[in-house]
């Protein structure tokens, strides 16, 4: 009995201090840094927000090195849940990342004597909060700051007090029709270092940050600081086995055949491997509509794989096996058989079904009736089709609507194998809002259960071909620019890259989409008279200069960097990409590298190639990587 009172004593009291404790609420997509004055506890509660029945998430827990301290994993469903995370001192600031899209809402508490501060995502909401939260942040001499958000239906305004003086900045924040517009203040300049009070206006949904300096609020005034980024340790061991081939790299590509400048700059971006759509109402009425540009592409960027979603007008997305669909199916597999070059044409009945339809009966029905209708086309096989299901939004977790914990990808996939498994060549899906640059290795997890899924056949490959056929930070028109447009794009594609490829189970890999359309600014490419490059556009040349076939094992000891080992017989490739702005000392080990004397070129911060210094003794190679950067080290083995 005494116990029993001692132990509920003992929770009373903890709760009382968690509720004394300076409290982050409703966070949902950004980074919070810590600063523990002594050895204390993080306190992490969260409760689900939108979908966490059908979505599993991950947050991260770095020191001060960057090196990863925690990750924690929450399965599927809609409880609440609780976790305490111990914070040593002495390894330096703190940082936990909340990777957006966030399903749940997390509250995050510690010590009274510790100091935090939270980097908002920008542009997407970043938190939930009551009406007048108020926060604190610095603004340093002689900068050029602006204040921004954007209304999502619950903050609706920003007011910024400046405290030495008691200057206001007020900002409204107006619906806008567009994702990507938003609203911006600038601040006054001053010769001197101020601290500004934000208070939020209106209860909800909020974004809000900062241009020009630092993007960091916190609770307090006095629990500002800026966080030292202490250089990181990377070590690479190579390994002697080839896990398979290296993935064929592209974009989706557009429905006609680009001008010079435009099919020029897709030369430089596009690999060996293609996304189109296919309308099924206008190939009946022009006939061969689709033959120039895919024979244009297959010749002129040597696309040998390509991947057909069938859809309508304006990419609609439900079709039914009725005879306009039929029509356009037999036109789509007519212009295959003339097409004079050789490949792979992987088809897909429809796009995102299991976002897309009513339910998994109704898409079933119509796959089965369109594959017998293939089957029946005697040239199909011969002139490369192949079939690919299910093109799916989303692979591990559901699509972005109601029921999604019915509608995975992986649920869905094993349901059409079991019905038609030896009838089906590949299994394709669509992987989005995977927007935080360390939750990228959730990449590497699809694919690997995508191949646990198809089963592995006596060589250990996939039974069946694994397209990531479409990705992008973002789904739809839900697009920042400061990803999009920026480095950020670059940093996020090479992570994807590395993750997906990394254990040599994938075919292929295509960023969607090409080239910006109207309010679609996703593409590698602006839609400007020049189609001029993108940071990831730029990026993807960087990777395809130095991209060879097979996929060499590798043991990487980071977190925030990602890399990827290729070789074709000597020749060698060791890709990275550092992924945080802290430096890291990185080292590879394996083979005798020294006495092929190794070359190494780095993609900087401002998407700019260059030479790269490094060492090489006792077969060990040893450079300092800048942050948010590539680097491509090559070799040719003796």
């Given at each position: 009995?005494?116990?029993?009172?001692?132990?509920?004593g003992?929770a009373?009291l903890?709760?009382?201090?968690?509720?004394?404790?300076?409290?982050w609420s409703g966070?949902r997509d950004?980074?919070l840094?810590?600063?523990?004055?002594?050895w204390?506890?993080?306190?992490?509660?969260w409760?689900?927000?939108?979908?966490a029945?059908?979505?599993?998430?991950?947050l991260?827990l770095l020191d001060g090195s960057g090196?990863l301290v925690?990750q924690?994993d929450i399965?599927?469903?809609g409880e609440?849940?609780?976790?305490?995370?111990?914070?040593?001192?002495?390894?330096g600031?703190y940082?936990?990342?909340?990777p957006?899209?966030?399903?749940?809402?997390?509250?995050?508490?510690?010590?009274?004597?510790?100091?935090?501060q939270?980097e908002p995502?920008?542009?997407h909401?970043?938190?939930?909060?009551g009406?007048?939260?108020?926060l604190?942040?610095r603004?340093?001499p002689?900068?050029?700051?602006q204040?921004?958000g954007?209304?999502?239906g619950?903050v609706?305004?920003?007011?910024a007090?400046r405290?030495?003086d008691?200057?206001q900045?007020e900002?409204?924040?107006?619906?806008?029709?567009?994702?990507a517009e938003?609203d911006?203040?600038?601040?006054?300049?001053?010769?001197r270092?101020e601290?500004w009070?934000?208070?939020l206006?209106g209860?909800?949904k909020?974004?809000?940050?900062?241009d020009g300096?630092?993007?960091?609020f916190a609770?307090?005034a006095k629990a500002?600081?800026?966080p030292?980024?202490?250089p990181?340790?990377?070590?690479?061991?190579?390994?002697d086995?080839?896990?398979?081939?290296?993935?064929?790299?592209?974009?989706a590509?557009?429905y006609?055949?680009p001008?010079?400048t435009?099919m020029?700059?897709?030369a430089?971006?596009?690999?060996?491997?293609?996304g189109?759509?296919?309308?099924?109402?206008?190939?009946?009425r022009?006939p061969?509509?689709?033959?120039?540009?895919r024979q244009?592409?297959?010749q002129?960027?040597?696309i040998?794989?390509?991947?057909?979603?069938l859809?309508?007008?304006?990419r609609?997305a439900?079709l039914?096996?009725d005879p306009?669909t039929?029509?356009?199916?037999d036109?789509w597999l007519?212009?295959s058989a003339r097409?004079?070059?050789?490949g792979?044409?992987y088809?897909?009945f429809?796009?995102?079904p299991n976002l897309n339809y009513p339910?998994?009966?109704?898409f079933a029905?119509?796959?089965d009736?369109?594959?017998?209708?293939?089957r029946?086309n005697p040239?199909a096989?011969?002139a490369g089709v192949?079939i690919a299901?299910?093109a799916?939004?989303?692979?591990?977790?559901?699509p972005f609507?109601p029921g999604?914990e019915?509608?995975?990808?992986?649920?869905?996939a094993?349901q059409l194998l079991a019905?038609?498994g030896?009838?089906?060549d590949a299994?394709a899906?669509?992987e989005?809002?995977q927007r935080d640059?360390?939750?990228t290795r959730?990449y590497r997890d699809s694919?690997?259960?995508?191949?646990?899924?198809?089963?592995?056949n006596?060589?250990?490959?996939p039974?069946?071909?694994l397209?990531l056929?479409q990705t992008n930070i973002s789904s739809?028109d839900?697009?920042?620019?400061?990803q999009?447009?920026?480095q950020?794009?670059?940093?996020?594609?090479?992570?994807?890259?590395f993750n997906a490829?990394?254990?040599g189970l994938l075919?292929?890999?295509?960023?969607?989409q090409a080239?910006d359309e109207d309010?679609y600014?996703?593409?590698?490419?602006?839609?400007?008279?020049?189609?001029?490059?993108?940071p990831?556009?730029?990026?993807?040349?960087?990777?395809?200069?130095?991209?060879l076939g097979h996929?060499?094992?590798?043991?990487?000891s980071a977190?925030?960097?990602?890399?990827?080992?290729?070789?074709?017989g000597k020749?060698?490739s060791?890709?990275?990409?550092?992924k945080?702005v802290?430096q890291?000392a990185v080292?590879?080990?394996g083979?005798?590298?020294c006495a092929?004397r190794?070359?190494?070129?780095l993609?900087?911060s401002q998407?700019?190639?260059?030479?790269?210094p490094?060492?090489?003794?006792?077969?060990?190679a040893?450079?300092?990587l800048?942050?948010?950067?590539?680097?491509a080290?090559?070799?040719?083995?003796t």
């Amino acid at each position: 009995m005494l116990r029993a009172l001692l132990g509920l004593g003992a929770a009373l009291l903890a709760s009382l201090a968690l509720a004394d404790s300076p409290t982050w609420s409703g966070l949902r997509d950004g980074v919070l840094y810590l600063r523990p004055s002594a050895w204390e506890q993080l306190d992490i509660r969260w409760r689900p927000a939108w979908q966490a029945e059908a979505n599993h998430e991950q947050l991260y827990l770095l020191d001060g090195s960057g090196r990863l301290v925690r990750q924690l994993d929450i399965p599927p469903g809609g409880e609440r849940g609780e976790q305490r995370l111990d914070l040593p001192t002495g390894a330096g600031d703190y940082a936990l990342h909340v990777p957006g899209y966030s399903f749940r809402s997390y509250d995050v508490s510690h010590g009274e004597a510790s100091a935090s501060q939270f980097e908002p995502a920008k542009l997407h909401f970043c938190a939930e909060v009551g009406d007048g939260t108020q926060l604190y942040f610095r603004v340093g001499p002689d900068e050029n700051v602006q204040l921004a958000g954007k209304h999502y239906g619950g903050v609706h305004g920003l007011r910024a007090t400046r405290l030495s003086d008691g200057m206001q900045v007020e900002l409204a924040l107006k619906r806008h029709d567009a994702y990507a517009e938003y609203d911006k203040a600038s601040l006054p300049l001053s010769a001197r270092e101020e601290t500004w009070r934000l208070e939020l206006q209106g209860s909800g949904k909020a974004a809000f940050w900062l241009d020009g300096t630092a993007n960091l609020f916190a609770l307090s005034a006095k629990a500002l600081f800026r966080p030292q980024w202490q250089p990181g340790q990377v070590v690479l061991t190579l390994g002697d086995k080839d896990l398979g081939p290296a993935p064929r790299l592209g974009t989706a590509l557009p429905y006609g055949v680009p001008d010079a400048t435009g099919m020029q700059q897709l030369a430089t971006i596009n690999g060996k491997a293609g996304g189109y759509y296919s309308f099924v109402d206008v190939l009946p009425r022009q006939p061969q509509r689709e033959i120039a540009f895919r024979q244009a592409f297959q010749q002129q960027l040597g696309i040998d794989q390509d991947i057909t979603l069938l859809a309508g007008t304006g990419r609609r997305a439900v079709l039914d096996a009725d005879p306009q669909t039929f029509a356009g199916l037999d036109a789509w597999l007519a212009d295959s058989a003339r097409l004079p070059g050789k490949g792979l044409h992987y088809l897909a009945f429809a796009d995102e079904p299991n976002l897309n339809y009513p339910d998994y009966e109704s898409f079933a029905r119509y796959f089965d009736a369109m594959l017998q209708r293939v089957r029946a086309n005697p040239g199909a096989r011969a002139a490369g089709v192949r079939i690919a299901m299910p093109a799916s939004s989303r692979l591990l977790d559901g699509p972005f609507r109601p029921g999604a914990e019915q509608r995975r990808g992986l649920d869905w996939a094993r349901q059409l194998l079991a019905a038609h498994g030896d009838e089906i060549d590949a299994l394709a899906w669509h992987e989005w809002m995977q927007r935080d640059l360390l939750a990228t290795r959730r990449y590497r997890d699809s694919v690997r259960q995508a191949a646990d899924l198809v089963g592995l056949n006596l060589d250990g490959r996939p039974r069946k071909a694994l397209l990531l056929d479409q990705t992008n930070i973002s789904s739809g028109d839900s697009l920042s620019p400061y990803q999009q447009n920026s480095q950020y794009a670059a940093l996020w594609w090479a992570s994807v890259v590395f993750n997906a490829s990394q254990d040599g189970l994938l075919d292929m890999l295509l960023w969607f989409q090409a080239q910006d359309e109207d309010a679609y600014t996703k593409g590698m490419l602006r839609e400007d008279a020049a189609a001029s490059p993108k940071p990831v556009a730029l990026a993807q040349h960087f990777l395809l200069q130095h991209w060879l076939g097979h996929v060499q094992a590798l043991d990487n000891s980071a977190f925030e960097v990602d890399a990827l080992a290729l070789r074709d017989g000597k020749r060698h490739s060791l890709l990275g990409v550092n992924k945080g702005v802290r430096q890291q000392a990185v080292e590879v080990a394996g083979g005798a590298l020294c006495a092929a004397r190794p070359s190494l070129r780095l993609f900087d911060s401002q998407g700019l190639e260059r030479d790269w210094p490094l060492t090489c003794e006792n077969d060990r190679a040893r450079f300092d990587l800048p942050g948010e950067s590539l680097f491509a080290l090559r070799w040719e083995a003796t």
